[in-house]
């Protein structure tokens, strides 16, 4: 039971490239989100989904994409990366709304 | 806006000890709270929530308390563990999606 599965671990981009973080969860959890989390700050809200089929905004939405592919999968895309973005991106889940529970590992993203 | 802090960014206490970590948090309207731990390199992780109906609850070494009066939250380690070395955050929640996250204390523990 692998919990929440975060891909990949480390990036590095320069300034106007895209890419996708992936998130998967095997917990059967309807809820799923996407944070940022930069250092002295706590996590921040970039994107939410309720349930599968439904996506929300979140604190800090500006420059983010999402996709709920299915319900295990929630993705996160960045179309034109900005070093503003430069952070560390955590994944989580849970089985029904508002306490995110289970987080992944986290993905450690550089923009030059 | 709403927030939720923190009063001490560090704590170091010896092994064997109980730590509390403390947290103020802003909106009366938050329903929960929560509690996690995060270690070098991982995710967070839940420990306890408590809701706004209760001022304490207990789980294995751990209390959280709540004073609403003072708008006030603390997490309670009992005989605290080298492995209990960590960032510790507080949340709050109005019964939505928006967990609002304090920005954490690092708990250092002696041996």
């Known amino acids: 039971n692998a919990g929440v599965t975060q891909t990949p671990k480390f990036q590095v981009l320069k300034t106007g490239q895209s890419m996708t973080l992936q998130c998967a969860q095997d917990?059967?959890?309807?809820?799923m989100y996407w944070y940022r989390q930069d250092p002295g700050m706590g996590l921040r809200l970039i994107y939410y989904?309720?349930?599968?089929?439904?996506?929300d905004k979140g604190e800090v939405p500006n420059g983010y994409n999402v996709s709920r592919l299915n319900k295990r999968e929630f993705s996160l895309r960045l179309e034109s990366a900005a070093p503003s973005q430069t952070s560390v991106y955590f994944c989580?889940?849970?089985?029904?709304?508002?306490?995110?529970?289970?987080f992944g590992d986290g993905t450690r993203l550089s923009i030059l | 806006g709403e927030s939720v802090g923190l009063h001490l960014p560090t704590l170091s206490v010896q092994e064997g000890d109980n730590s509390i970590i403390n947290c103020a948090y802003s909106?009366?309207?938050?329903?929960?709270f929560i509690w996690y731990k995060q270690e070098s390199g991982k995710g967070p992780q839940f420990i306890i929530d408590i809701r706004s109906n209760m001022d304490k609850r207990q789980g294995q070494r751990v209390t959280v308390l709540l004073n609403k009066t003072v708008k006030h939250l603390s997490l309670q380690i009992a005989a605290t563990q080298p492995g209990d070395s960590a960032v510790y955050f507080c949340?709050?929640?109005?019964?939505?999606?928006?967990?609002?996250f304090g920005a954490g204390t690092r708990l250092f523990v002696k041996a």
């Open positions: 989904s309720a349930s599968e089929g439904t996506t």
């Open positions: 949340a709050e929640g109005d019964g939505g999606f928006k967990t609002i």
């Open positions: 909106n009366s309207a938050s329903d929960y």
């Open positions: 917990m059967n959890h309807n809820s």
């Open positions: 989580a889940s849970s089985y029904q709304g508002d306490q995110p529970q289970h």
